[in-house]
């Protein structure tokens, strides 16, 4: 199958870091493209850089055109999941998304530990989204910037994630973590083996959650409220994307 | 005070429409600007659509500067919200927001009426994000297309909008009506002075509320997650964007 | 336009002050009409308090007649709220209501801090009432007595309510706070400036929003639970309160 | 045990025909007064007359003074409940919480059949309260004014009732009927044998559970919430219920 | 009356000792007869253990025929009392749905003390499904195992448990403490003596409440989601069991 | 990987066509072991099946000792769900659970068409436990029998299904359509055909994300609430069950 990983953030080598722990869990007959946006922010922290980087995953999805046989959007915020789904037929997850539904498979609660203080509200609105406002006891920030992760494969960062987790399994009395932002993928594993929970990466959640709903034959529903677009007019740089 | 005005879609006329609604509304040393993205659809009836709308408010919000004193975004989907409040202390007001708020304030528990079934959905999230799953009683889509109600200044769909209220008046014993959409904001006169409750239209209940929140001089929090966009670069067209 | 401004206390000295915050913000072509009943507690901090002073705002909704343009609560418990909008056409604003609906369009999340921590479940109430368990992050208690607040203008006060506010920020991780005690309106500016985000005073905010809703022509509905009282006879004291 | 009954209207022979109904159930050595305030309206339909007989019921119970095991308040709306609390050690129990509790033991799911559409709002609150949110499946108004049941013990209502109750059985697919009224008391006996399903009358529910709290000895907790009243001035007729 | 008291465990001692504390607080007339499975885990102190103890309750309640007037299941976890309501007229009441009923009635917040910190999660299940996500203000583990309670009447776990409340009280804001374990039964007057506020065993409610339903003439709505099981094969050891 | 599908029901032929079912979506290096417990009802529709049917879940569990890497459970009502997570630390997942999260990936609303209108309660249930109470947008009975299922593959239920599946879809405003029982698995696929929409067989669904998960590496947290049950004795035919 093939699957489209979209970095909604316009680093590149952010995009390849996901890409590699993409392929660390994909099955070997899954190709994985991955792409980020021609234009918005380097990084994602806050709503005003998300609502860009939404307008950007329509962008790749549109180019994707009826190529991939599913989505992963790789940013914590899931921005511009909805919208995507109009925009295809294959299905589309995000990140986030994947991650509590892969959590709440293996404990009762889980703690969400993510970069800016800031963007907690984000994650708590995709809670309630979800309908995860019970299994998700907290959302808990570091503030490490996003970009820091990028360095050293987020290696310096690992001591403070620890640190972050347990006090989070402590007060949120929690069984597992979902890491809150796509770029801590490189460093689950190792957050993994020293916490002796379940860490959850969004990036690799997703990729396998695609693969198993391809496998199923589900497609995003046509029918309501993920119809493709109307045909209508955009205008100015945004031409393209006009139906 | 200096309103600004956004009307999230591309539609220049539409624009005028509403503005034109505000100004009936709107206290005489209030001077509104009204404005409309360069870029975007012509009409929001979708998440897609609604994506690329809340990108070109951002647009809007930045050109606009320090200039204004409060804005209101004119599409009931309230797109860009949260972004805009990051980029400007004025207070950013949704309309779906203001009606709900301003709906509250007269009965115990109200009904939407809104154009395309399929965009109930967007208006059911906002139901939620906004603390109203208990007081809006129902949403009820026309599929009376955006574009339609900016014919004739909308007067032919007033039969079926009244239809449409009275149904859901009835079946969800509800004591006000609020029209789902900008586009109405022509019509919720008449259709106040047909139904004998409270019609509440978006656009004029914002302005009214953000006139209100001027006068007590409250600005948007900068604490937290409403902070200004933290410094960095935001590449292609959205190049003007970065903070 | 005629506004009155109920305190549902019995304390004239308390009725006064909260006219004169009231004076502050209201238009130039508002007048403020402010009483407070005939009966009933010095102060309200109980839930046995708050039901004769309901009584009270009866009696003071039924000797306005037609001649207020909208009325509003004046006390954080909104005593009375739904009775007084049966008993009369003009929109009614509880404080708490009114307090609760500015913060949300500032913030994304914001904390109460009140008086006694024996009314916090007042307010709690309240929160749930109105749709804001998830914007309101906290109901704080300062056992400050409500006419404690009366001496001096509230400014003994101040260093107290600071601390409570720079906890209930942090501790919450809120934006905004909204100022639990209609006696707080003197204080309201000092502790906006000292804290540095928006502080909200319900007194205030429900001055500006029933001036909005006024504005927008907006009346109580009479279609449905706030239809008036059916007619019947009430014994007693309460003769004269019979439909 | 000594029962106190208030019925917060002041229709006596409503309160002598709601203290048959709770003889009917009680043990033989429960002793029931009951009582009605001095003052207030003849019957409650709507928030208004709500708002005077709570302060009818705290009259009562402070004339009770500390004579009263247990109080129960007879009118569906739970007027003055918390206050009630505060006022008195002995367990207060209003009848639509005590119906509420009942029915929770004999049903996954109740539907609430009552008397005023208008009052619908006023029951759909206490499910909230309560936290039966999930558990009332329905709540559904017959317009039957409260007094009509007064008449000949109610038999004149019963094929009505009977009507309602079966629609809502259908269409909530429930297994238990909560009656909205205190007025309804007499008849529930014959429904019950009509629908041959659980009819739950709050009266004798909350006589029965009045005992069972009292045989447990439960009193209300002074710690918090429910502290006796502070000591203060109230003003005019309120003057006997300052502490 | 008949009540069946079911421990749910297949720990007799502890049976004696939960029936000793019904007997304290029923009535002179309850004729209560205490059983416990044949089979199963000698005490309940996660989801595994609970399966096994629900299955214990069915083969009791059917032992018990119509031998019964009501049934209490003398579990926290409330134990297959769907099932058992299922299976039976008479009404069945869970100890942990009596507490919070009971509790209700006297505070407006309530915290659990319960054993196992592992268990917590099975009280907060049932805190949901009784609609009490808002009464009950927290859920407090102690690590003190079910059997711990058994000797020398639990008096060794009372200073640790009086510690537990305390700190729950204060933290939870609470008014009332429900004790989260059948075993607790015996301690419950003393740490109500200590801590001066009500403390709910429910075993003591789950009686009270159940003799309050006899009376009152309740029984288990057969319409519906409790209606009798249908006949069918049960196979291997449950043949007894099918219908 | 190894994937032990469990039939909590007694009838074989059941728990062959389950398996074939989830063959026909497993990868081709899963090996699919089905079994049934030697225990319980041979259907399960109702709680005191389910009950019983929860047992036997944990006697196969126990039984597969270690050689499972992810555990199915094939009952809509997930009987034993939370017990199994604690016997094992292999990924266990229910059908009703596997569907739901499925269904979230590819619609916005579902609705879940099952068989017996009094089991419609139990999938309520866990739409709660879940978290699906605003994406499920209604369950509904058919009234089939489970075991009509079993002949003829379920084809003779084939129209009933759809004409229940259409209606769900009209009144719910759904995109997709989960099917709320096991047996249902067989006619998955001709009813997706006729309908248009995806039809959700949580059996399918289950196994594929159960392979998702291994693929993962998660395996059930050990810290907390799903830690392995603690040491004791089991009595009677449930020795082998005890620690």
């Known amino acids: 199958m093939n699957l489209l990983l979209i970095n909604?953030?316009?680093?590149?080598?952010?995009?390849?870091?996901?890409?590699?722990?993409?392929?660390?869990?994909?099955?070997?007959?899954?190709?994985?493209?991955?792409?980020?946006?021609s234009?918005?922010?380097?990084?994602?922290?806050?709503?005003?850089?998300?609502?860009?980087?939404?307008?950007?995953?329509?962008?790749?999805?549109?180019?994707?055109?009826?190529?991939?046989?599913?989505?992963?959007?790789?940013?914590?915020g899931d921005p511009g999941l909805d919208a995507a789904r109009e925009a295809t037929e294959a299905p589309v997850l995000g990140?986030?998304?994947?991650?509590?539904?892969?959590?709440?498979?293996?404990?009762?609660?889980?703690?969400?530990?993510?970069?800016?203080?800031?963007?907690?509200?984000?994650?708590?609105?995709?809670v309630l989204k979800y309908g995860y406002e019970r299994r998700c006891r907290?959302?808990?920030?570091?503030?490490?910037p996003v970009l820091a992760l990028e360095e050293d494969d987020g290696l310096a960062c690992v001591p403070a994630l620890e640190d972050a987790c347990r006090a989070a399994l402590?007060?949120?009395?929690?069984?597992?973590?979902v890491l809150g932002c796509g770029g801590?993928?490189?460093?689950?594993?190792e957050l993994q083996r020293r916490l002796g929970v379940p860490v959850?990466?969004?990036v690799a959640?997703?990729?396998?959650?695609?693969?198993?709903?391809?496998?199923?034959?589900?497609?995003?529903?046509?029918q309501g409220d993920y119809a493709t677009p109307l045909p209508k007019r955009y205008l100015g740089w945004a031409g393209a994307l006009g139906w």
């Open 95 to 126: 990140i986030a998304e994947a991650a509590f539904h892969a959590a709440s498979f293996v404990s009762t609660g889980f703690s969400v530990v993510t970069t800016l203080v800031r963007t907690c509200v984000i994650a708590e609105h995709l």
């Open 39 to 76: 234009f918005g922010p380097v990084s994602i922290e806050g709503h005003h850089d998300e609502v860009i980087a939404a307008a950007g995953v329509l962008e790749q999805v549109r180019q994707a055109g009826t190529g991939a046989d599913a989505v992963v959007l790789a940013c914590f």
């Open 205 to 222: 959640a997703a990729v396998v959650l695609a693969e198993a709903l391809v496998q199923l034959g589900l497609r995003t529903s046509k």
């Open 170 to 177: 402590a007060r949120d009395r929690s069984g597992a973590i």
């Open 200 to 202: 959850i990466d969004g």
């Open 184 to 189: 801590m993928a490189p460093v689950s594993a």
């Open 8 to 37: 909604p953030n316009t680093t590149a080598s952010m995009t390849r870091s996901m890409a590699e722990a993409a392929r660390r869990v994909a099955r070997p007959d899954t190709r994985i493209t991955a792409v980020q946006p």
């Open 138 to 144: 907290g959302v808990h920030g570091t503030d490490i």
